[in-house]
């Protein structure tokens, strides 16, 4: 079922919300314009729900906190390695706050206006020359005051105790170091000392780099210093080439021929053709897959027509008139064959992808494209290990097999931004994994190679010594950066050592910020969040009992949550697993069609509700500061504007519901 | 005698509380028309649920209206700017348990913006005004006895300097020496100039104080007017005196009966027990405070 049809919901909701911000203005023009006074009284009653909430022993919490953060934190930090052991620990103490005061704060802002009512003292209140508005912002202000008191209070708990960890890290680093250094020095060990062990020992783990990360791909070679780049699939390794296609379209009478078309280029002795692992998958639903083996040609190319006719191309039902799509599907290619290279068309111009999607049936049809071509430069993966992904080192069993590379390219590089030192140089951090399959007892090796896709000629070459997840300081002339981009690939020279690479394993270095400025920030996002539950508690409080509006409260929480979830849902053809009702011999059926309607009508709903609800998935305190990376402060600006704007409407709807409401 | 503007108007006011069905509905007040005059001290009398409450919670805006409406000071019932003017006596002290009297009362100042030294001054001022003892001011409002709870909330009222002061039931919950200061004070806001309404189903408050009054029964208006004229039993004589021997009894007895008077009564007056109990209390703390 096309689900194009949701997409006037959007609007219908920013227009309700339009209406509602309307009406507010109409109504509450008068209220508004005694606000300049009314802040006062406002935050009178602010000060009576601090104090009530104080007398609730809303101290307790942080203290609670503290000793939950301490115990999970003995509990389940294990050895992580340095950067580890600081991002587990920042993750539960700020998402145990988060948690902490979003429930604590929620259910007082639930009660708010519930419990004032049940004991009356809005009677008292409501005789004095206060508005509702004043009112409804008291409440808000009040607990939003108290949210940020304890978020200053655990703001500097979480400080104090970070302080300690690294003090203890970057101790523990500068023993190790040392011991390393006397045991070299005494010919006891063979290899240097670490030098990753003596950045942590001086700069320790809390920084807010913001350094400058590029973009990250794996392939068996890459080189960008051709326009546009080439990059080739590299036979018998993990990596994955994605071909992604929007949508297939089919007739009843023919699924579409998949052409491939690669340029092969072989190393060593070749055993046989060449040969692919291909695999069909739909995007909402990756149960449903067909896979299949192709041998190459000698031009290298292969057809192949899947054998499940409708589970991923859309077509038109010819007795209800109505479009079957199942939705994006993605081609996935592995090469089976060590030793062989296959290149890539990047596909900006479609008809020369690497995969080209055939409907037979159409070609005969004047007017119609005969083909679909997937998404220009197709994704490669690497093996995926843990979020990563892991590059592999040469191999003894095929000897003259380049290894795999990682490619790290920074585009449209401000070199003002970028500090030069008096040699020259800028700075680039490794931070990589290693991963010894074989060779253990040897240091782990990286080559190095940057160049400026401009003048590819001046390339730089290093061989460099990793260290498991310490950071390996590099120096690479400035000249590199006057090109429009700069390439560095990286590529493990040790047979059987894969590296563990993130797209923030090459950063180029810029002067950190302050930590606490960076934890200020994440706390600010936090505010944001809790302020915003705070506002549609108190709101939900004007005209709820105080179980309904917890439970109100709670299912704004959770929509606002999976607001992603569920326009993706609407928009690739509702629940995939569902997608296999076969309409036509069900479609008569009046059971049938009764279902359909009442699922139709749910997803709607559900949709509409959500476009309504402020989506919670945009506060991520945590994203940058688990990362060592400063919050850039547009970040935090737009969290604090989209939390007003969220708000003001939220407290429209409040003031309308409480405008006229009785008081006694 | 300056002219008088009326405090309070009402024109028709009705409240229907609603209900799920119609036999739920309770019709609390009907067609009430009622005018107080500014400077007068007006009772509203009824039995309990007769509806004294609900006009007002009317008055005050607490509550809106099923029909009619009313005027206070002029605005319409619940003006934000007309509240400033207003002081407001719950029927039960309705405070927050968590503050004490100084926080209660200056909560309440802030909510009329007056700054830091208008709200000391007032909030000491008014805490003495409703005899507080200093010893309590500090303490949670949950802890107090009813009757000191219920002088927070009368400070509250005052705590404004209103023009129109609603009271109600200004006594439920005091002993007889305070309301007797109740009454006292009544009197001393009506020589200020202030507009008093009281409601009460207790006849004595209203009896002592009030100017004039109506009587509400299931929300209608059963009778009103001035209170001496309302009290005033025309056809009778009464005659107190000192000294009287049983001899000139007999005669005066003579003498009426002789004269055409009928239905002749005699006997003693009594003290009522309420300034029996005050002169004692009175006499005890004169004791406790020799100094004084
Ligand atoms: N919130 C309410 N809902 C329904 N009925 C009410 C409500 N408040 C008062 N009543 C009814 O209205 C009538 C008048 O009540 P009230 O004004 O409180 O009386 P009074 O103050 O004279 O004792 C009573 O019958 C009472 O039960
Ligand atoms: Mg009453």
């Not at chain 1, 030192?421 to 007892?441: C, P, R, S, W």
């Not at chain 1, 990286?446 to 300081?473: C, E, F, S």
């Not at chain 1, 409407?649 to 003031?655: D, K, R, S, V």
Request: with cysteine; charged share 20%; aromatic share 8%.
């Amino acid at each position: 079922m096309p689900h194009a049809s949701l997409s006037y919901v959007p609007v219908i909701a920013d227009v309700l919300i339009g209406l509602l911000v309307l009406a507010f203005a109409l109504l509450a023009f008068r209220d508004v314009a005694r606000l300049r006074t009314g802040f006062s009284r406002a935050w009178a009653v602010g000060r009576i729900t601090l104090a009530e909430a104080w007398n609730a022993r809303i101290w307790a919490v942080p203290l609670l906190w503290f000793l939950i953060c301490l115990i999970l934190t003995f509990a389940l930090v294990r050895s992580y390695g340095p950067g580890g052991e600081v991002r587990v620990d920042l993750t539960i103490f700020l998402r145990a706050q988060e948690i902490l005061l979003l429930v604590y704060l929620g259910v007082l802002a639930c009660l708010a206006l519930p419990r004032e009512r049940e004991r009356r003292t809005l009677i008292t209140t409501g005789s004095k020359p206060i508005t509702r508005l004043e009112l409804l912002l008291g409440k808000v202000m009040g607990l939003s005051a108290a949210a940020l008191l304890m978020i200053l209070v655990m703001m500097g708990a979480t400080w104090g105790f970070m302080k300690v960890v690294d003090a203890r890290i970057r101790h523990d680093a500068w023993v190790l170091y040392h011991l390393q250094k006397k045991n070299y020095d005494k010919m006891v060990r063979h290899l240097p000392p670490q030098a990753g062990l003596l950045y942590l020992a001086r700069h320790g783990v809390l920084r807010a780099q913001n350094n400058i990360t590029g973009r990250l791909r794996i392939a068996g070679y890459i080189n960008y210093a051709v326009n546009p780049p080439i990059r080739a699939l590299k036979g018998g390794s993990a990596e994955t080439l994605y071909f992604e296609f929007p949508s297939l379209p089919a007739t009843l009478r023919a699924p579409p021929l998949f052409v491939f078309h690669f340029g092969v280029r072989s190393f060593g002795k070749r055993r046989g053709p060449a040969r692919i692992h291909v695999t069909l998958v739909q995007r909402s639903n990756p149960m449903n897959t067909e896979e299949k083996s192709l041998t190459l040609n000698a031009q290298g190319s292969a057809v192949w027509q899947p054998k499940k006719r409708f589970a991923f191309f859309s077509y038109v039902n010819p007795m209800t008139g109505r479009i079957y799509n199942p939705g994006p599907v993605v081609v996935k290619v592995a090469s089976m064959t060590a030793g062989d290279y296959l290149f890539i068309a990047n596909g900006r111009k479609p008809q020369d992808a690497s995969c080209l999607a055939w409907n037979m049936d159409r070609t005969r049809t004047p007017g119609h494209t005969n083909f679909v071509a997937p998404k220009p430069d197709p994704i490669i993966t690497g093996f995926k290990s843990n979020g990563k992904q892991e590059v592999v080192g040469p191999s003894y069993r095929h000897p003259g097999i380049p290894p795999e590379v990682a490619s790290f390219e920074f585009r449209h590089l401000k070199r003002r931004q970028i500090p030069i030192n008096k040699n020259g140089d800028f700075t680039v951090h490794l931070l990589v994994g290693v991963d010894k399959q074989m060779n253990e007892a040897l240091p782990a090796k990286a080559q190095l190679l940057a160049y400026d896709v401009d003048n590819p000629q001046g390339r730089q070459r290093q061989v460099l010594r990793i260290d498991d997840k310490h950071i390996t300081v590099v120096k690479l002339p400035a000249s590199l950066l006057d090109g429009s981009s700069l390439v560095i690939n990286l590529s493990s020279m040790i047979p059987g050592h894969w590296l563990k690479i993130t797209p923030a394993s090459v950063a180029i270095v810029r002067p950190p910020s302050p930590f606490i400025l960076n934890l200020a920030k994440s706390e600010l996002v936090v505010l944001c969040e809790v302020t915003l539950l705070i506002v549609i508690g108190v709101t939900a409080g004007t005209c709820l009992g105080w179980p309904v509006a917890l439970l109100t409260t709670m299912v704004c929480y959770i929509l606002g949550n999976i607001v992603a979830f569920v326009g993706k849902l609407s928009r690739q053809g509702g629940f995939g697993l569902l997608n296999y009702v076969q309409e036509n011999r069900l479609k008569g059926v009046w059971y049938y069609q009764i279902g359909s309607l009442i699922s139709a009508v749910m997803v709607k709903m559900l949709n509409m509700l959500v476009h309504l609800l402020p989506d919670f998935t945009r506060f991520d305190p945590l994203y940058f500061i688990v990362r060592s990376v400063n919050m850039p402060w547009t970040v935090a600006a737009t969290d604090v504007f989209w939390t007003l704007a969220c708000v003001l409407p939220t407290l429209a709807l409040g003031y309308l519901l409480l405008r006229k409401q009785e008081l006694a | 005698m300056v002219a008088q503007y009326s405090a309070i108007q009402t024109r028709q006011l009705t409240k229907v509380y609603p209900g799920f069905w119609k036999s739920q509905q309770v019709l609390a007040l009907w067609q009430l028309n009622l005018q107080v005059l500014q400077g007068e001290i007006f009772g509203l009398l009824g039995p309990n649920g007769s509806g004294k409450t609900t006009t007002i919670k009317l008055l005050l805006g607490l509550i809106n209206p099923t029909a009619g409406d009313a005027l206070v000071m002029g605005q319409r019932a619940g003006d934000q700017n007309t509240r400033r003017r207003i002081g407001y006596l719950p029927e039960e002290s309705y405070l927050y348990r968590f503050l004490n009297a100084r926080q209660t009362l200056d909560f309440y100042a802030r909510l009329f913006n007056m700054n830091r030294a208008q709200r000391r001054r007032a909030v000491d001022y008014y805490l003495d005004f409703v005899g507080l003892e200093p010893a309590v001011r500090g303490r949670r409002i949950g802890t107090y006895s009813k009757g000191q709870t219920r002088r927070v909330a009368l400070a509250q009222a005052l705590l404004n300097n209103p023009d129109l002061i609603i009271m109600d039931e200004p006594t439920s919950g005091l002993d007889p020496v305070g309301m007797l200061e109740i009454k006292g004070m009544i009197g001393r806001l009506k020589q200020a100039g202030k507009t008093v309404l009281l409601s009460s189903h207790q006849l004595a408050d209203v009896e002592d104080v009030c100017d004039r009054l109506v009587i509400l029964y299931r929300g209608q208006v059963e009778l009103g007017g001035a209170l001496a004229d309302l009290l005033e039993r025309r056809e009778v004589f009464q005659l107190e005196a000192r000294a009287v021997s049983p001899e000139l009894q007999e005669k005066l007895i003579a003498v009426a009966r002789g004269n055409g008077a009928q239905d002749i009564r005699t006997g003693r007056p009594r003290v009522r027990l309420e300034d029996l109990f005050k002169r004692l209390v009175d006499a005890k703390r004169q004791a406790e405070q020799p100094h004084v």
